[in-house]
């Protein structure tokens, strides 16, 4: 339970979603993230802290595909196995020599950072593939032009739709939904809500305030971050990120651990990324410098480990 929520730009305090007959909307707070995401124990092993799934990057926007890794590598999985053209993997090997370039078990997929055409069929076969065996999938850019054809199979219970407003409104007409990039810009919430209705799938719709509406009908708010978030790159790490979460999530459940709120999880993903985000432009300034998607990428280790300390009372000031 996540006992606080955000309406109308207002934090209220409550017992139960049920206590108020308004809608609610349950804002993710840095408290939250030690009850979500599971810090390894002794006992713990590379398969067991999950395996995850990338097809990202391209000829066309090969960097796409060595942020991506980062993300997930940022949040901790056991393994990332990645799919892209020859040159975009010998970029991530670079850049994280970990990685695992051939195919095999994993937990979690990730479809659409910098896909292109020449992508969209190993696109297509891990999203199909994710779905006919339970697991979670995050689908994100170019892999959202997928999703009419998936859901035309089923999209599955763990699935996760990253858009901008302007694919939101996109996909929204493809699903029958006439509208605009200015009305999803102008109504998040509710824009959300309807492409999750008429996709199936969790939406996490980004901008300014990111809204994460559920097969459930919950909202999910992260708090608004620092602009200087907004550069290329960011949303090909905040895509990993969520999938390396989702993974981890997948492992603890098939070893029949306790359960985590996987919807508020990938919620508090988004937070940590805007908080890694804004902890980077202040590296520079009290009110923030430029950035690039890699230092984003960079601090998300640190803003993690810093979150989950605050558990057992080791956190030192964060200094946000």
């Not at 599955?156 to 939904?177: F, I, N, Y």
Request: proline content about 6%; hydrophobic content about 40%; glycine content about 12%.
């Amino acid at each position: 339970m996540i006992p606080r929520s955000y309406q109308d730009g207002h934090v209220y305090a409550y017992e139960r979603e049920s206590d108020r007959e308004d809608t609610q909307v349950i804002l993710i707070e840095e408290r939250d993230i030690p009850q979500l995401i599971r810090v390894p124990g002794p006992e713990d092993h590379k398969y067991t802290r999950g395996i995850v799934g990338l097809v990202a990057g391209s000829h066309s926007y090969p960097g796409a595909g060595v942020l991506a890794v980062l993300g997930a590598q940022g949040a901790g999985p056991g393994m990332i196995r990645l799919d892209a053209p020859p040159r975009v993997e010998d970029l991530a090997l670079a850049a994280a020599p970990g990685i695992v370039t051939q195919g095999g078990r994993i937990q979690a997929g990730l479809i659409g950072p910098g896909m292109d055409e020449e992508r969209r069929q190993a696109a297509r076969e891990l999203a199909r593939f994710s779905l006919l065996s339970g697991l979670p999938l995050i689908i994100d850019a170019g892999g959202l032009e997928l999703v009419p054809e998936l859901c035309d199979t089923g999209i599955g219970e763990c699935t996760v739709l990253t858009p901008h407003a302007g694919e939101a409104a996109s996909l929204m007409r493809k699903l029958g939904q006439d509208t605009s990039r200015n009305w999803v810009e102008t109504h998040p919430r509710e824009a959300a809500q309807t492409l999750s209705h008429a996709s199936g799938a969790r939406v996490l719709l980004k901008g300014a305030t990111t809204f994460l509406a559920t097969a459930d009908s919950r909202i999910f708010a992260t708090p608004q971050g620092s602009a200087w978030t907004a550069v290329a790159g960011a949303g090909d790490v905040l895509a990993g990120f969520l999938a390396g979460l989702a993974a981890g999530w997948k492992a603890d459940h098939e070893q029949g651990l306790p359960d985590r709120d996987f919807d508020a999880m990938i919620a508090a993903g988004a937070m940590i990324h805007m908080l890694a985000g804004k902890k980077a432009a202040q590296r520079h300034g009290p009110i923030g410098a430029p950035i690039s998607a890699l230092d984003i990428a960079h601090a998300l280790p640190s803003v993690l480990g810093q979150l989950l300390a605050s558990s057992q009372g080791e956190a030192q000031a964060v200094g946000y």
